[in-house]
């Protein structure tokens, strides 16, 4: 059937899951899109949102043929027992979907990270950079600064000095 880099080139990462759109499902099973709706449309109970949704108009705005419906891996899975004949099609579908949705998800953690970072080391450009006067302040001085010192030191030192 579809090798994984073919699924992978197709998955789309929508609502911080892999989904692919029903027209690419349909595509890659000989269907028309249209059969995939009126299938999730017949069994709502076992269609939850989680596992096949509507795409809002933006959503869609951004990927080609907009498509109506993303399906997740396991949304996917479901249409096994509701697809007659299709099931070789779908079981040989699965492994690719999953591989792709393990490397979609070790591209956003590494995307996430990346970020992070990029806003540490902006922090830390701007702490070095230079004030007006052309030097760089730290945020905590660094040694012995006098203001520091308790109150009553200082008088304390000073009578010990006299005596």
């Not at 349909?26 to 949102?49: I, N, S």
């Not at 001085?141 to 009578?159: E, N, T």
Request: aromatic share 4%; no cysteine; glycine share 8%.
């Amino acid at each position: 059937m579809s090798a994984p880099v073919e699924i992978l080139s197709r998955l789309l990462w929508l609502r911080d899951t892999a989904a692919l759109p029903d027209g690419v499902l349909a595509d890659l099973l000989g269907l028309d899109p249209k059969d995939l709706a009126t299938v999730v449309q017949a069994h709502p109970e076992r269609f939850h949102e989680s596992l096949v949704f509507p795409l809002t108009a933006t959503e869609r705005q951004g990927i080609p043929e907009a498509p109506v419906l993303a399906f997740t891996e396991a949304g996917t899975a479901l249409l096994a027992g509701l697809l007659p004949g299709k099931d070789p099609a779908l079981l040989a579908l699965l492994p690719g979907f999953a591989e792709g949705r393990h490397v979609l998800t070790a591209q956003a953690e590494l995307s996430a990270r990346v970020t992070a970072l990029e806003q540490k080391f902006e922090a830390l450009l701007k702490a070095l950079q230079p004030d007006e006067a052309g030097e760089v302040q730290a945020e905590h001085p660094i040694g012995f600064v006098p203001g520091d010192l308790p109150k009553g030191l200082k008088a304390h030192q000073r009578s010990e000095k006299k005596g």
